[in-house]
């Protein structure tokens, strides 16, 4: 009997049990869990932080187009745009209208309501906006907010998220004025 019990032992000993294979499963589907969250955050971040810069360079591209030609429509041509802005070289031309932003959605450069003359003394004088389009999720919105809120330029400025026609994406619409006037509205 003790030739059985040495034998049934040592059986035991060479396989790994059920119970170790479930806790080594869940330990693997924990870290990637925790590897996806991690890399969907560091992602946005980084989606975040090229739209924040692109914002930057066209806050810059259209102060230098509003100093040269001291107005958002020079000799009564085409309101400032980003085409505009890219035929004066003041803009990459890789940045496309329709798909140019991080996400995949468009970007729009233009004067508020049409507007092309700036009045040096008037509510909204020379405020230029600029449009993100298609953000995936509120969050990104959110951030890229965040983002511009804290940029280092002399204009004020007024952002606005919201939810687009097209359902489940957002648009992200900052406004500044060129002439530093607070007249920047969100409210239209």
């Given at each position: ?13 060479r396989?790994?049990?059920l ?17 996806t ?7 946005r ?30 000799k ?6 980003l ?7 003041l ?18 450069v233009s ?8 009045p040096k003394?008037a ?12 953000l995936?999720?509120?969050?990104s919105c ?18 606005i ?28």
């Amino acid at each position: 009997m003790d030739g059985n019990r040495d034998m049934l032992i040592e059986y035991k000993q060479r396989g790994i049990s059920l119970l170790e294979v479930m806790l080594s499963l869940v330990i693997i589907a924990a870290i990637l869990l925790a590897a996806t969250k991690f890399y969907e955050s560091t992602r946005r971040s980084q989606l975040v932080n090229a739209a924040g810069s692109m914002i930057q360079a066209l806050t810059t591209a259209n102060g230098s187009w509003f100093y040269t030609y001291q107005s958002l429509a020079p000799k009564g041509g085409s309101p400032v745009s980003l085409s505009l802005l890219q035929e004066a070289g003041l803009v990459a031309a890789d940045i496309s209208s329709s798909t140019g932003n991080p996400w995949g959605g468009g970007v729009e450069v233009s004067p508020i309501e049409n507007q092309t003359l700036c009045p040096k003394i008037a509510k909204n004088a020379c405020v230029v906006q600029i449009q993100f389009t298609l953000l995936p999720d509120l969050a990104s919105c959110n951030d890229l907010s965040a983002v511009s809120q804290q940029m280092q330029t002399p204009v004020t400025t007024t952002d606005i998220c919201k939810q687009a026609d097209s359902g489940g994406t957002y648009d992200f619409t900052i406004r500044y004025s060129l002439t530093g006037d607070s007249g920047a509205d969100a409210s239209s």
